[in-house]
């Protein structure tokens, strides 16, 4: 997600691991247009060998991290995208069930840049 509310979701239903993670990179890296950059936190999948031995090769790519502090959510747009999706956008009726809270959830992901949409100042 940028700050134009320009927005793309991998959904996947397993746990997200380094593995995981570069394979995203790697769907991201190549349909870039222009030199790009990634704000990250710090998390493990993050600062792994496994998806360390890769920042070079997508930095050819024209793609380079940048790592926010710890503790410092108001610094990454998904953070901010997260607390407005539980807090604002998914309805109460989403937490009947776990089909019930994917569906919401998909729906949210889906529109957002249409009717859900962020103002950053």
């Known amino acids: 997600m940028d700050k134009n ?3 793309h979701s991998w959904v996947f239903e397993q746990s997200l691991t380094s593995a995981v993670a570069v394979a995203f990179i790697d769907a991201f890296a190549e349909n870039l247009a222009r030199p790009t950059v990634v704000v990250m936190h710090n ?18 790519q024209g793609l380079t991290f940048l790592a926010i ?4 959510p108001e610094l990454n747009l998904i953070e901010i995208l997260w607390r407005k999706i539980k807090y604002e ?3 109460f009726s989403a937490y009947e069930s776990f089909s019930s809270l994917k ?3 998909f729906d949210i992901l889906a ?8 103002q950053f100042n």
């Not at 998390?43 to 050819?60: C, G, K, L, M």
Request: charged residues 15%; glycine residues 6%; aromatic residues 18%.
């Open 5 to 7: 509310c320009q927005f």
């Open 43 to 60: 998390a493990p999948i993050h600062t792994s060998h496994e998806f360390q031995d890769n920042v070079e090769r997508w930095a050819w």
């Open 69 to 72: 502090p710890s503790y410092s």
């Open 89 to 91: 956008w998914m309805p």
């Open 103 to 105: 569906q919401s959830l």
């Open 111 to 118: 529109n957002i840049g249409g009717t859900y949409r962020i």
